[in-house]
């Protein structure tokens, strides 16, 4: 890919720093800014991927603007595929901007955000999922988030995909010999190889997929809503999950009376802890408020944590919760396991999967763990860590991938119901070419100005 112009901008935060660095990229980076440098050689001349000491002036040749160290990378072998310059300045606001400045008076312009890895991207060194893996990888906030933005840079996604798309491939091919030389091969024959084919691809999509939405949780986190009446120790377990006092913990009911955020890392996993107000019937208007957000925190949550406080007798509130949460993963908490415990596994049973119930006391740091260990299980099912995510995935590779599974199943609901093998090829196509789709085969414009949009100027 040959750009006729050469872009520039600044790669590192804005702020006071040691140094910050400028990237300037394109056929005439080398030139660019070889005219407003001076020192021992002209960079004209010097070898690629040598460092080398200077003055940066202006334009014309007047002022002294900084000393800096110049890198010099000759394309193909750089980030973009291009020649690539850095120019390495004293930090700071005023020092930055100058040398911009001059930069792009020397014949670069301002890159566009993600620029530079757009023109990696075109340039061929990777592809559509390792552009989007940069991306995670700037914005991961988390060792495991950034772990799993790693592997995807390195290719992660775009290996799981490759493989799949080749044997889609293998499997229209043997298609499409048995339609054009059915003297070779009965189509029966190919229904059924192509059935079985396409019935491993289903499970491996599936698996796939999980790992696309495990790689989500890791880059936006889970949402947690903690749920019960007032005084059961909502507030008191936010303070502990989040290790400091977060929310105002007082022996009078109805202390919390909105939702409290704070976001916290369980196991690697980010999650959004919601202290909402405790649900009661209740004549104060803005209680009343509280607890219809409180109820429409468990409707919006990921997980649910209901607590209960286990030295009173089970009540219509409890149960209401449980019923209000039954269709998203819970966890009860039987809170205040330092009192005596008047709730039984009978009362809890009929409403609880039994292995989804905690005691807990908020002054017992070992029970606190065990409940960050049950909601990391509850999260992942118990089948996975969350280090083990191949990639972060986002809502494009998800929705390319539910798409591609039902094309997959509209190939095997087809041979199960007798089509013919062009018909079934028809399916099987649109699901090899929607998984190009993921991994940039075939992208649009659009789509690429939207992705890189997202960028950093700098990256």
Avoid at 98 to 120: N, Q, S
Wanted: hydrophobic content about 45%; aromatic content about 4%.
């Amino acid at each position: 890919m040959d750009f006729q112009d050469t872009i520039a901008a600044i790669a590192t935060a804005v702020g006071e720093a040691s140094i910050a660095v400028i990237r300037v990229s394109g056929n005439q980076a080398v030139d660019v800014v070889d005219r407003i440098f001076k020192g021992k050689n002209s960079l004209k001349k010097v070898a690629s991927h040598t460092v080398w000491f200077g003055r940066i002036y202006s334009f014309d040749g007047k002022r002294v603007i900084d000393e800096v160290l110049v890198t010099v990378m000759r394309g193909p072998k750089t980030y973009t595929t291009e020649d690539v310059v850095e120019v390495s300045t004293h930090g700071g606001f005023q020092a930055v901007q100058e040398v911009l400045g001059e930069v792009i008076r020397a014949g670069a312009r301002i890159a566009d955000p993600g620029e530079f890895t757009k023109r990696a991207f075109l340039g061929g060194r990777i592809d559509l999922t390792q552009a989007e893996g940069v991306m995670e990888l700037i914005r991961s906030q988390t060792d495991a988030a950034k772990a799993a933005s790693l592997r995807q840079l390195e290719g992660s996604m775009t290996t799981l995909i490759r493989d799949i798309r080749h044997q889609m491939i293998q499997l229209m091919a043997h298609i499409e010999v048995t339609i054009d030389y059915p003297e070779h091969d009965e189509e029966e024959a190919t229904l059924k190889q192509v059935y079985v084919g396409v019935s491993k691809l289903e499970a491996e999509l599936l698996r796939i997929l999980t790992e696309a939405n495990q790689g989500r949780i890791l880059r936006d986190g889970i949402r947690v809503a903690i749920v019960g009446r007032p005084n059961v120790g909502k507030s008191s377990l936010l303070n502990q999950l989040a290790r400091f006092d977060r929310a105002i913990v007082t022996d009078i009911p109805g202390t919390t009376r909105d939702v409290l955020e704070e976001r916290i890392q369980i196991g690697g996993v980010p999650l959004k802890i919601m202290d909402t107000a405790g649900i009661r019937e209740t004549l104060d208007v803005v209680e009343q408020l509280g607890v219809q957000r409180s109820k429409k925190a468990i409707r919006d949550a990921d997980l649910v944590l209901i607590m209960i406080d286990q030295s009173t007798e089970l009540s219509d509130i409890d149960v209401e919760l449980m019923h209000e949460a039954k269709n998203l993963p819970v966890i009860v908490i039987l809170s205040k396991s330092d009192l005596e415990c008047r709730i039984t596994t009978n009362d809890l049973q009929s409403y609880m999967a039994l292995d989804r119930v905690i005691h807990l006391s908020v002054f017992d740091r070992a029970t606190i763990e065990n409940l960050e260990a049950l909601m990391i299980k509850v999260i992942f099912h118990g089948d996975i860590k969350p280090k083990d995510a191949t990639f972060v995935a986002n809502s494009r590779h998800i929705n390319l991938l539910e798409s591609a599974l039902e094309n997959l199943r509209g190939v095997l609901e087809a041979i199960r119901y007798g089509q013919t093998l062009d018909l079934v090829a028809v399916d099987l196509h649109s699901a090899w070419a929607t998984l190009g789709e993921v991994i940039g085969e075939t992208p649009s414009e659009d789509l690429l100005d939207q992705i890189f949009s997202q960028f950093c100027l700098g990256k």
